[in-house]
């Protein structure tokens, strides 16, 4: 369906300040952005504008290779990354960047947020992957492109599903998530947010502790997501 683009606009403008409300971001260190490929067109933050000051309409609007055509700010200095998984990634919706304290500090940390329990599998079907960090020559090119070049990398040398893990963390970066639409995007962020707190606590309750068994994985995820779903309500976009 064709979205209406003023529409787009409020519903991004809404999904960004609604970031500092779940606690995700800090200062301007965030932003969301959606597509519609049927117009052509992509909303996203204005880049360094306080989510105070943010309304629908200084929302910088962008054709499918991320060249504005609407507005008089800068796009967000991300909008090359949201470009390259827009176009790798045709389910995709809606994405967020940010810098959220607990699930940088596993990208920092190098590492993948492993699988402990059911409110990991709700949402995320398995470890959320740690992508590598980019090279000099990634970060001196055409660096915020060749991140989005460095995830869906890890996505496809562990063969996944987007749809299936909608996160992941980059190496001395920070995370990233996207949905079906911007509200979705912003709901798995504070999902791995959350999930990121609570490994922290778990390994350092048990430092030995192992990952949870696949079988309960596959109950708590496909008990909302598989074709047999029977959690919440129809029409449930979480």
């Given at each position: 369906?064709?979205?209406?683009?003023?529409?787009?606009?409020?519903?991004?403008?809404?999904?960004?300040?609604?970031?500092?409300?779940?606690?995700?971001?800090k200062?301007?260190?965030?932003?969301?952005?959606?597509?519609c490929?049927?117009?052509?067109?992509?909303?996203?933050?204005?880049?360094?504008?306080?989510?105070?000051?943010?309304?629908?309409?200084?929302?910088?609007?962008?054709?499918?290779?991320?060249?504005?055509?609407?507005?008089?700010?800068?796009?967000s200095?991300?909008?090359?990354?949201?470009?390259r998984l827009?176009?790798?990634?045709?389910?995709?919706?809606?994405?967020?960047?940010?810098?959220?304290?607990?699930?940088?500090?596993?990208?920092?940390?190098?590492?993948?947020?492993?699988?402990?329990?059911t409110t990991?599998?709700?949402?995320?079907?398995?470890?959320?992957?740690?992508?590598?960090?980019?090279?000099?020559?990634?970060?001196?090119?055409?660096?915020?492109?060749?991140?989005?070049?460095?995830?869906?990398?890890?996505?496809?040398?562990?063969?996944?599903?987007?749809?299936?893990?909608?996160?992941?963390?980059?190496?001395?970066?920070?995370?990233?998530?996207?949905?079906k639409?911007?509200?979705?995007?912003?709901?798995?962020?504070?999902?791995?947010?959350?999930?990121?707190?609570?490994?922290?606590?778990?390994?350092?309750?048990?430092?030995?502790?192992?990952?949870a068994?696949?079988?309960?994985?596959?109950?708590?995820?496909?008990?909302?997501?598989?074709?047999?779903?029977?959690?919440?309500?129809?029409?449930?976009?979480?």
């Amino acid at each position: 369906m064709v979205k209406n683009l003023q529409e787009m606009r409020k519903r991004v403008c809404a999904a960004n300040k609604s970031l500092p409300k779940h606690g995700l971001v800090k200062f301007t260190w965030g932003n969301v952005s959606e597509v519609c490929r049927e117009l052509g067109r992509i909303v996203i933050k204005p880049s360094g504008v306080d989510y105070d000051l943010l309304t629908p309409e200084n929302m910088v609007v962008t054709d499918l290779d991320g060249h504005v055509v609407e507005g008089d700010l800068n796009p967000s200095s991300d909008l090359p990354t949201h470009v390259r998984l827009y176009k790798a990634w045709e389910e995709v919706g809606g994405i967020v960047h940010t810098h959220s304290t607990e699930a940088v500090g596993w990208a920092q940390a190098g590492r993948d947020i492993p699988f402990y329990g059911t409110t990991h599998a709700d949402y995320f079907y398995g470890p959320v992957p740690c992508a590598r960090s980019l090279t000099k020559e990634e970060v001196d090119g055409a660096y915020e492109q060749e991140t989005g070049s460095v995830i869906l990398e890890e996505f496809s040398k562990r063969g996944l599903d987007p749809m299936a893990v909608p996160g992941i963390v980059v190496r001395n970066h920070g995370p990233f998530t996207w949905g079906k639409t911007p509200e979705q995007a912003v709901y798995h962020s504070v999902v791995l947010e959350e999930v990121a707190k609570m490994n922290r606590l778990t390994e350092q309750i048990n430092p030995r502790v192992e990952p949870a068994p696949k079988y309960i994985m596959d109950k708590h995820y496909l008990r909302k997501h598989g074709p047999n779903a029977y959690y919440g309500q129809k029409g449930d976009v979480h």
